[in-house]
């Protein structure tokens, strides 16, 4: 939206023209989505505190974590606000990608919200049905999946056609999995539905600490960000043999909000946290992540730079299958995290430590950008 007015300025006062630069433009969605948290993060949890919109807590959980029943919830809606707000301010509005990835936010984090709203209304943890959840997060995934196919079959190059649907392997040069082989996309939608979807309930259940969840969001985001640049630009793209899609171009942009806000809410979501974000924000902010892998063909690396959320998700996997096979458990309590706190980690402890390990994994994510 500014991008057209500071371009119509910039007629007559050549300075305004600068805000065309794509890297000055995610710079300031980083700065205005951080600012619109800090400024809006107390109202909006005295607001939530009003509606006692206070978070149930699992009686079968660390007994440590009872103490936080009743913080608000449902934090999200400040996240998901400064970053649509800064996207639109900042972005270029005639980028398709832009705009899936606001829908994307919306449907999430609707399912989310719907969630939430039902566990602060019943007081009880388990909150939307569990089909109905999964139907309207399958709907979300399948949605990204038919539109970047749609959007890929609109290129007039049948190379770079190809190359927005084929999975890309990290450090081999020239090796894909050709996705576009199977007829009518439905192999890259079928991946693009699970890469979202899993991604979507990873952040979910990474979400259980103080702070534990927003940080590795915002650390994977800048990652995501700075694939999004390489594959946006032509030149770097050749440069580091990766797919070149123009519209990841404006990624950045919404990747830039998404670290902006994440930060601000990080001020108010640190321990002891006054506010939680709940599943309005979790499943939402998974879900973009998922789907700016997707755009970018970095899923792989995204695994990589997200592995922590990996983790979080397969320890729950291994310890309900295990359970149901054998009735044992692989983990004291999962999801990892909680595990950890049962054998003697403070809260403190815990989340510190794993931001380091998602600050090694981000890392280790680009690095396969320069290996391959």
Same mark, same amino acid.
């Given at each position: 939206?500014?991008?057209?007015?500071?371009? =119509?300025?910039?007629?007559?006062?050549?300075?305004?023209?600068?805000?065309?630069?794509?890297?000055? #433009?995610?710079?300031?969605?980083?700065?205005?989505?951080?600012?619109?948290?800090?400024?809006?993060?107390?109202?909006?949890?005295?607001?939530?505190?009003?509606?006692?919109?206070?978070?149930?807590?699992?009686?079968?959980?660390?007994?440590?974590?009872?103490?936080?029943?009743?913080?608000?919830?449902?934090?999200?809606?400040?996240?998901?606000?400064?970053?649509?707000?800064?996207?639109?301010?900042?972005? #270029?509005?005639?980028?398709?990608?832009?705009?899936?990835?606001?829908?994307?936010?919306?449907?999430?984090?609707?399912?989310?919200?719907?969630?939430?709203?039902?566990?602060?209304?019943?007081?009880?943890?388990?909150?939307?049905?569990?089909?109905?959840?999964?139907?309207?997060?399958?709907?979300?995934?399948?949605?990204?999946?038919?539109?970047?196919?749609?959007?890929?079959?609109?290129?007039?190059?049948?190379?770079?056609?190809?190359?927005?649907?084929?999975?890309?392997?990290?450090?081999?040069?020239? =090796?894909?999995?050709?996705?576009?082989?199977?007829?009518?996309?439905?192999?890259?939608?079928?991946?693009?539905?699970?890469?979202? !979807?899993?991604?979507?309930?990873?952040? !979910?259940?990474?979400?259980?600490?103080?702070?534990?969840?927003?940080?590795?969001?915002?650390?994977?985001?800048?990652?995501?960000?700075?694939?999004?640049?390489?594959?946006?630009?032509?030149r770097f793209a050749d440069y580091l043999?990766?797919?070149?899609?123009?519209? !990841?171009?404006?990624?950045?942009?919404?990747?830039?909000?998404?670290?902006?806000?994440?930060?601000?809410?990080?001020?108010?979501?640190?321990?002891?946290?006054?506010?939680?974000?709940?599943?309005?924000?979790?499943?939402?902010?998974?879900?973009?992540?998922?789907?700016?892998?997707?755009?970018? #063909?970095?899923?792989?690396?995204f695994a990589i730079m997200g592995g922590?959320?990996?983790?979080?998700?397969?320890?729950?996997?291994?310890?309900?299958?295990?359970?149901?096979?054998?009735?044992?458990?692989?983990?004291?309590?999962?999801?990892?995290?909680?595990?950890?706190?049962?054998?003697?980690?403070?809260?403190?402890?815990?989340?510190?430590?794993?931001?380091?390990?998602?600050?090694?994994?981000?890392?280790?994510?680009?690095?396969?950008?320069?290996?391959?």
């Amino acid at each position: 939206m500014l991008v057209w007015l500071f371009g =119509w300025l910039g007629q007559y006062y050549t300075p305004f023209s600068a805000v065309s630069s794509l890297t000055l #433009r995610a710079l300031l969605a980083v700065v205005t989505a951080l600012v619109f948290s800090m400024m809006f993060g107390g109202r909006v949890i005295r607001h939530l505190r009003s509606l006692k919109y206070g978070q149930a807590i699992r009686n079968d959980g660390p007994q440590s974590h009872l103490a936080k029943t009743g913080t608000p919830t449902m934090g999200g809606v400040l996240i998901l606000s400064a970053i649509g707000i800064s996207t639109l301010l900042w972005a #270029r509005l005639n980028n398709p990608y832009v705009w899936i990835l606001l829908v994307v936010m919306v449907i999430f984090g609707a399912v989310g919200w719907a969630d939430d709203w039902l566990k602060i209304k019943y007081k009880d943890p388990k909150g939307l049905i569990a089909r109905k959840k999964y139907f309207w997060l399958s709907m979300g995934a399948l949605f990204v999946g038919v539109s970047l196919y749609y959007i890929a079959t609109l290129q007039p190059d049948i190379n770079t056609t190809r190359e927005m649907q084929d999975l890309l392997l990290p450090v081999f040069k020239d =090796w894909m999995i050709p996705f576009s082989a199977v007829p009518f996309g439905i192999g890259f939608i079928i991946f693009t539905y699970f890469v979202i !979807n899993g991604a979507s309930n990873a952040v !979910n259940l990474t979400d259980g600490l103080d702070g534990l969840a927003i940080l590795p969001v915002v650390l994977v985001a800048a990652g995501l960000g700075a694939m999004a640049y390489v594959s946006g630009d032509v030149r770097f793209a050749d440069y580091l043999h990766v797919p070149y899609i123009s519209y !990841n171009s404006e990624v950045i942009i919404v990747c830039g909000s998404m670290v902006g806000a994440g930060l601000g809410f990080l001020w108010f979501n640190a321990h002891p946290a006054q506010v939680f974000m709940g599943d309005v924000g979790a499943l939402a902010l998974g879900a973009m992540l998922g789907t700016i892998a997707v755009m970018t #063909r970095q899923e792989i690396a995204f695994a990589i730079m997200g592995g922590l959320f990996v983790a979080e998700a397969l320890s729950v996997m291994l310890q309900v299958g295990s359970y149901k096979l054998r009735k044992k458990r692989v983990f004291r309590m999962a999801p990892l995290h909680h595990h950890f706190e049962e054998i003697g980690w403070k809260e403190t402890q815990v989340v510190a430590r794993f931001w380091i390990i998602a600050i090694i994994l981000v890392i280790l994510g680009l690095m396969t950008l320069k290996l391959r």
